[in-house]
């Protein structure tokens, strides 16, 4: 009896394990590489930071006072004509301006390094920039109409990415500034701030920045 059991079992699984296998197309190599091809956010800011990045910022950009009047009369003019808002969310509208002045004073001792730029003439600052080598904000990836959080898998990419832009600008050209006797220096930038994110002077994230000989 036990031996007709045993043949019963045997038969029931034989019949029940072709139908619970399944047998899967080998995939290319192509998809294998796609796969595992893993998320590389400071390669792809460097590939297209010269096609895509500067020119739209340059053709969104407004000079600095215009974009600073416009915004105090009527910030969603402003951000609609000189910025970009993610959809989603409650994100502030991200500013992008050219400004152009001196700078009356600076904090290098520390590694998110600034400057303060008077852009009037009236030996005020109106402006702080960062010049890294560490800087706060992701005010560079979120000026861009055509980088979106959805277009990520996870948050975690998504800030990795805003991350990116920074370094990538202090990589290129901000780490090549000089950090003495930067007092009384001309500064010539493109750069991106958030409405609203700071109570004091706007933050400025620099896509571009130059220093000129004092006029």
């Not at 998110?112 to 008077?118: E, L, N, R």
């Not at 979120?142 to 998504?158: A, K």
């Not at 780490?175 to 706007?202: C, F, M, W």
Request: aromatic letters at 8%; one cysteine or more; glycine letters at 8%.
């Amino acid at each position: 009896m036990q031996g007709k059991i045993n043949i019963a079992v045997v038969l029931v699984l034989a019949g029940v394990m072709p139908a619970a296998c399944k047998f899967e197309r080998t995939k290319t190599s192509e998809e294998i590489a796609a796969q595992t091809t893993t998320f590389n956010p400071d390669k792809t800011v460097a590939d297209f930071w010269d096609a895509k990045v500067i020119p739209y910022l340059t053709s969104k950009s407004g000079d600095f006072k215009t974009v600073r009047d416009l915004e105090s009369a009527d910030v969603e003019a402003a951000g609609a004509k000189h910025g970009h808002k993610e959809k989603v969310g409650n994100s502030p509208w991200t500013l992008v301006v050219r400004l152009e002045g001196k700078i009356i004073s600076s904090n290098t001792e520390s590694r998110a390094a600034t400057i303060d730029v008077d852009g009037d003439g009236d030996g005020k600052a109106d402006a702080t920039v960062q010049i890294g080598p560490a800087m706060r904000g992701t005010a560079l990836r979120d000026s861009l109409d055509f980088v979106s959080f959805n277009d990520f898998t996870n948050q975690i990419d998504y800030a990795q990415f805003g991350k990116a832009f920074n370094t990538y600008a202090n990589k290129t050209f901000l780490e090549k500034i000089p950090r003495d006797n930067l007092n009384g220096a001309q500064v010539k930038l493109l750069g991106t701030y958030q409405h609203g994110v700071s109570s004091g002077l706007p933050l400025i994230s620099p896509a571009s920045l130059e220093i000129l000989a004092p006029k």
